[in-house]
């Protein structure tokens, strides 16, 4: 994947080195795997095996995207994988946005997300699908070159699961990663009494628009577009809605996260953890973030 301001995983040698600021932008590129996980990380959530839970992925026809994008759903296995069928008894789905960058499948996969769906299921959890699409790179609101990743998800998306489950309205949570967190708490904002839970980690929200001009530069049009994405503004219109927020210790997001703490309501959880801003921080959470959601739907 090409070097960029916050691409995937493009914060992670940033947040691993202990540099904290946003308007630090790492250029480097490092993809961190298990073994390069502190102590404590790399056994947090093991990357799954696919035997526990499987993958449907395809491509999602998508006018906001300009085309076609990719998009995937995981089903624990005991849950029927007939899925057209009207008799399905998943009925409940988390809808995944992912970091900058990442696709579909590396969502749910890569995160620790569909492992921890599995073990979830096996512990006597009830089951429920994991959906995603491919993040892109616009931030997850609607653009002004028509691109809106995030109607994508909370539309599109929900589209094709709503038929592939053959369920009218099944219930609904989010999880995010990064810019996906940013994007999971704007859609919650926006739709607080439509989702039962949200459960993110890392998101990736800036203190204010020059703090994002300073670091990578282009997640909003101008001033007046973050203005109205502005997830820390309009945190209270989360009221009464269950949201877990994990960040890292050493996540270079960690000010936009407290400056978003202070103004949410009491229903909002906000803990600040040992971690960073990479790989082995989403496995880490996938569990708790798996177990948030799977609570309450």
């Known amino acids: 994947m090409p070097a960029g301001p916050l691409t995937r995983p493009a914060f992670f040698a940033l947040a691993a080195s202990g540099l904290g600021g946003c308007a630090l932008a790492a250029r480097a ?4 795997h298990r073994s390069d996980c502190p102590r404590g990380f790399s056994d947090a959530a093991a990357l799954d095996d696919a035997t526990h839970v499987r993958m449907i992925t395809g491509r999602l026809a998508a006018p906001a995207a300009g085309g076609a994008v990719r998009y995937a759903i995981a089903i ?3 849950a029927p994988m007939d899925m057209v069928s009207r008799d399905a008894h998943v009925d409940a789905v988390a809808y995944v946005l992912g970091g900058r960058g990442s696709t579909a499948v590396d969502a749910i996969a890569q995160t620790g997300l ?3 769906l599995g073990a979830w299921v096996r512990g006597g959890g009830r089951p429920f699908a994991l959906a995603a699409i491919d993040a ?8 002004s070159n028509g691109e809106d990743r995030l109607r994508m998800v909370t539309r599109d998306l929900a589209g094709l699961v709503r038929r592939r489950l053959g369920v009218g309205a099944p219930r609904e949570a989010l999880i995010g990663f990064s810019m996906g967190g940013y994007g999971a708490l704007l859609a919650a904002e926006r739709e607080p009494r439509r989702h039962r839970a949200v459960a993110v980690a890392g998101p990736a929200i800036f203190p204010s628009y020059a703090d994002e001009r300073r670091s990578v530069g282009d997640a909003f049009d ?3 577009d ?7 503004a309009h945190a209270a219109s989360l009221r009464g809605l269950p949201v877990l927020l994990r960040a890292g210790a050493g996540d270079p997001f960690v000010p936009g996260v407290r400056a978003f703490q202070r103004g949410a309501p009491p229903s909002v959880v906000v803990r600040i953890v040992p971690g960073a801003h990479d790989d082995c ?3 880490a959470s996938a569990p708790e973030l798996v177990a948030f959601v799977g609570a309450r739907l």
């Open 76 to 78: 624990p296995r005991g």
């Open 114 to 116: 569909r492992s921890a």
């Open 29 to 32: 590129v490092r993809v961190l």
């Open 281 to 283: 921080f989403w496995r």
């Open 222 to 224: 101008d001033a007046a």
């Open 136 to 143: 892109g790179e616009s931030y997850f609101h609607a653009r």
């Open 226 to 232: 973050y203005a109205r994405n502005d997830v820390t």
